[in-house]
């Protein structure tokens, strides 16, 4: 790596050409569409689809959803109101599903991407904030620090399968391409 790094406060992972993209940047490649995106400041969340071609924004301000189609084939972002607090967000490709922390429910919600509507709900306590996913093993990791907890989710039938007791207060979870969990 050579060059400067710059700080923000959503960064995601462009799987397609797997460079990192700032906020700033999907902004510009949107164009208007980025107006909409624009408007959540450092408040939004991103998830980035596994072709890089839809961006997935949650506004915490207005507990909304806007999906964006970073191909310019759409006019407008999609937006989805859910409801509820939204923390982080995890794109389930295979399964047609994002995935969202509640952390003032004390919930991680589910969208449906076809319908558009929350599929369910899954009551994890505390505050939950981040989340992991592991494909192979179809399980949802829910990191929750005020609990010391990670709660496993398996996501074939959405309920919980344990939680793992952790130390520390972790804010932060990913599953390592060996399927490792790294807190």
């Known amino acids: 790596y050579a060059g400067t790094l710059r700080l923000a406060s959503d960064v995601v992972l462009d799987a397609g050409s797997a460079d990192l993209r700032f906020l700033s940047e999907i902004r510009s490649t949107?164009?208007?569409?980025?107006?909409l995106l624009q408007e959540m400041g450092s408040s939004g969340r991103l998830a980035l689809?596994?072709?890089?071609?839809?961006?997935?924004?949650?506004?915490?301000?207005?507990r909304e959803i806007r999906i964006a189609d970073l191909r310019g084939g759409q006019s407008d972002p999609i937006t989805i109101n859910v409801g509820s607090s939204i923390g982080h967000l995890l794109l389930d490709e295979?399964?047609?599903?994002?995935?969202?922390?509640?952390?003032?429910?004390?919930?991680?919600?589910?969208?449906?991407?076809?319908?558009?509507?929350?599929?369910?709900?899954?009551?994890?306590?505390?505050?939950?904030?981040?989340?992991?996913?592991?494909?192979?093993d179809q399980r949802l990791f829910v990191v929750n620090p005020p609990r010391n907890v990670v709660t496993v989710i398996a996501t074939a039938t959405n309920d919980i399968a344990g939680e793992l007791a952790v130390t520390g207060s972790p804010v932060s979870a990913q599953v390592g391409p060996e399927g490792h969990l790294w807190i």
């Open 49 to 62: 689809s596994a072709d890089g071609t839809t961006l997935f924004a949650a506004d915490a301000a207005t």
């Open 94 to 136: 295979d399964n047609n599903r994002l995935y969202m922390s509640n952390p003032d429910e004390g919930l991680v919600s589910i969208l449906d991407l076809g319908s558009q509507q929350i599929a369910g709900v899954i009551g994890v306590g505390g505050r939950p904030e981040s989340l992991a996913f592991s494909p192979a």
């Open 30 to 35: 949107v164009g208007k569409r980025g107006v």
